[in-house]
């Protein structure tokens, strides 16, 4: 039985700046994740390599990005009996100018490879595999138009593949995010929905068929927990297989901390390393929150650089960290205020308290509850 390997979301020629110093890396990155593809499609023996959408940042990326993707395509069906069929995206959708048609001549020119729409078509046969690919083409970056309203199954061939790149209505999405239906995805005689747009690997069970997202193949946003996948798709007419094969360098991982628990960066950064163990192939997504004593020597600056030693890159999200106050700076709230009122009120609950242990406790409940009562978040 004929396999697939399908991808999605690349975005070959990504700017990354997110990233800062460490944006051509994975630029770098994003081809050898691309090359990795290739490999897999050729090693599994596959019939079709399908891209759906997105192989390209925009649609006009440099020409050396076009240049590579073309001599990959071309690797593969020069090394294997694999085609190659690509839709393009939001960001490469098809247009006046864009890369499918000012580069046509190099994609005409690979043997085996089929951009859907870059000639009007919206379908493609390969009788050998016994298999039907089906698309229509994004022609704009945001669009209302439902790519899998007008595409039909060729009951001459044994599977019918279908391609979508936009969002699935199974999550929120705008109106005008090239939409895609529930209902669309159970219509019958399709045997797969190989869809793109969305960076996370996603299953869709919504009729016979499967609908998956596979996610970007390697990590282009510091949000994306679920990059970094392929599907692997063995058709069989007693019942599609979809295997979920991890090929990305990167993974992102999330660290909170409450940095009311560290009296320095060194400290902060062991909070952090027990919650993310230090990893080079991680993007580390940090959140900081708590209260600090005033004239701490928390240094977030100094945090941020000692653990970008220890991980691919660190991004600090949510930044909730607030200074604790002193009596003085408590005692000038107004007590018309209902802030005001708590800390009196808390004031007195701590002059009447028996220990220092449990003078300490009000003390870090008034801290909270003024910094809540303020509209901070410094519990997460």
């Known amino acids: 039985m004929p396999i697939l390997i399908h991808t999605a979301d690349v975005h070959l020629g990504a700017p990354l700046g997110w990233l800062g110093p460490k944006a051509s890396e994975q630029r770098a990155q994003l081809r050898l994740t691309l090359g990795t593809v290739v490999d897999l499609a050729r090693d599994h023996g596959a019939a079709l390599l399908l891209v759906a959408g997105d192989l390209f940042d925009s649609g006009t990326p440099p020409a050396s990005e076009v240049r590579f993707a073309a001599g990959e395509f ?86 019918n593949v279908a391609m979508a790149h936009g969002s699935a209505d199974v999550a929120p999405a705008a109106a005008d995010d090239h939409p895609i239906g529930t209902a669309e995805l159970a219509a019958p005689g399709w045997s797969y929905f190989a869809l793109g747009h969305w960076h996370s690997w996603r299953r869709i069970d919504a009729g016979a068929a499967p609908a998956v997202y596979p996610g970007a193949p390697e990590v282009i946003a510091v949000d994306q927990t679920g990059a970094g996948h392929v599907a692997k798709v063995d058709l069989d007419p007693g019942g599609v297989r979809v295997e979920r094969l991890r090929i990305g360098a990167r993974t992102i991982a999330h660290a909170a901390i409450d940095v009311s628990e560290a009296v320095d960066a060194r400290s902060a950064e062991e909070l952090v390393a027990a919650r993310v163990p230090p990893d080079p192939s991680v993007v580390l997504r940090l959140t900081l929150r708590g209260l600090v004593e005033i004239g701490a020597t928390f240094d977030e600056e100094a945090l941020v650089a000692s653990l970008g030693e220890r991980y691919f890159h660190v991004a600090v999200g949510e930044r909730n960290v607030h200074v604790r106050l002193g009596r003085e700076e408590l005692a000038r709230i107004p007590s018309q205020f209902v802030v005001g009122r708590f800390v009196r009120l808390m004031a007195a609950r701590m002059d009447a308290a028996d220990d220092e242990a449990d003078r300490a406790e009000i003390e870090d409940a008034v801290q909270l509850g003024v910094a809540l009562l303020q509209g901070k978040d410094v519990l997460g």
Do not use: C, K, M, W
């Open 74 to 159: 071309g690797r593969l069906t020069s090394t294997s009996d694999a085609s190659v069929v690509i839709l393009p995206g939001s960001h490469d959708h098809l247009a006046a100018g864009s890369v499918y048609e000012t580069h046509r001549e190099v994609f005409e020119g690979l043997d085996r490879v089929t951009v859907l729409g870059a000639r009007g078509e919206t379908s493609v046969g390969f009788a050998r595999a016994g298999i039907a690919v089906h698309g229509a083409a994004p022609r704009a970056n945001r669009s209302t138009v439902r790519q899998l309203a007008s595409l039909e199954p060729d009951g001459s061939f044994t599977f």
